[in-house]
C-alpha cells in the first residue's frame, strides 16, 4: 500500500523543483505506477496547475507538455500523420482505454522503465526532453543519465521532418507488458533502430555499416536485423528468456523494414 504524508499542488516549475530535491518527495504524474508501490512517500507534488497538458505544434517540432496523457497522444491527427500511424500502434494496447486517460507522457519516460513502449519509439524519433534544471537532451541522452536524478521534466520535443516509422512489439498477450519493443525510423539515408524491453531500457542502434544504405530488400533487411540481434544484450525475466528474445529480434526488425519497403 501507498501511504502518502502530504499533497503538493506546485504553483510554478521552480516550487516543483525545490520540493523535488527533498528524497522524500515524489512527482504525482498519472499516479498509475506509483501506487503500485508499497512504500511511505513524504509529499506528491502534482503538476497539474502547470498548463503542461497541452500539445503544440510549429512548422518545425510538436511540443508535447509532460502532462499531456497517452490517449491525447494515441489520438492526435498530426502525430500520427507524421508517424504513418506508429504513435497509435505503440500506444494502443498499452493496457486499457482508462490507464491511457490518466498515464503521462512524463511519467512514462521520466522512469526510464525497460518495459516502456513510449520510450522505444520516442528514441527512434530522436525526440528531446526539456528538464527544468538541466536543460535540453535528446531522449536517448535522457536515458543515460543517471537513475537518481531529481529533475522536472517539463515537456518532450518532437521533430517535424519526413520520415517512415515502424512500432512492432512482441506481447505474450494482448495489453500485457511487452517481452520485446523495437522501433524503426528511416530518415534520408539513415535507418535508427531502439530496441527496449530486454528487459532493461531501451537502446538505440544506428546503420553504422550502411547494410541499407542501397535500399531495403528481403536480405539486406534481414543482414541487417541479425546484425542488431548479434549487437544488443538481452536478459531474463518472467515475461521472456534471455534467449528468446534473442530470437523475436531480428524477426521483428525484419517484419518492420519490409513493411517500410512496401510503403515506399
Known amino acids: 500500500m501507498l501511504n502518502i504524508e502530504h499533497y503538493i499542488r506546485a504553483q510554478s516549475l521552480e516550487e516543483a523543483y525545490t520540493l523535488y530535491q527533498d528524497k522524500g518527495n515524489v512527482v504525482l504524474g498519472g499516479m498509475l505506477w506509483l501506487k503500485m508501490q508499497s512504500r511511505t512517500v513524504r509529499g506528491v507534488i502534482d503538476l497539474c496547475d502547470l498548463e503542461l497538458d497541452t500539445i503544440e505544434e510549429t512548422e518545425t517540432e510538436y511540443r508535447l507538455g509532460a502532462m499531456v496523457t497517452l490517449r491525447q497522444l494515441e489520438l492526435h491527427p498530426g502525430l500520427n500523420r507524421l508517424t504513418q500511424g506508429a504513435m497509435a500502434r505503440c500506444l494502443s494496447p498499452i493496457v486499457g482505454v482508462q490507464f491511457r486517460n ?99 531500457k531501451a537502446v538505440l542502434y544506428r546503420d553504422d555499416e550502411g547494410i541499407l544504405s542501397q535500399g531495403i530488400t528481403e536480405e539486406r533487411a534481414w543482414a541487417f536485423a541479425q546484425s542488431i540481434a548479434e549487437r544488443a544484450t538481452f536478459g531474463d525475466n518472467l515475461r521472456a528468456k534471455a534467449a528468446y528474445r534473442k530470437a523475436i529480434c531480428p524477426v521483428l526488425i525484419r517484419r518492420g523494414l519490409l513493411a517500410m519497403a512496401e510503403e515506399g
Not at 512524463?106 to 527544468?132: C, H, I, N, P, W
Not at 515537456?155 to 511487452?178: E, F, G, S
Open 102 to 200: 490518466l498515464a503521462t507522457l512524463g511519467g512514462s519516460l521520466y522512469g526510464r522503465f525497460g518495459f516502456s513502449d513510449v520510450l522505444t519509439l520516442f528514441m527512434a524519433l530522436e525526440a528531446k526532453v526539456e528538464l527544468y534544471h538541466s536543460g535540453v537532451v535528446t531522449v536517448e541522452e535522457f536515458a543515460g543519465m543517471p537513475k537518481g536524478l531529481r529533475d522536472i521534466l517539463v515537456r518532450v520535443i518532437l521533430p517535424k521532418r519526413p520520415m517512415q516509422v515502424a512500432y512492432l512489439a512482441q506481447r505474450n498477450q494482448a495489453t500485457d507488458v511487452p517481452a520485446l519493443t523495437c522501433a524503426l525510423v528511416r530518415e534520408g539515408g539513415n535507418l535508427r533502430c531502439a530496441i527496449g524491453a530486454r528487459p532493461n
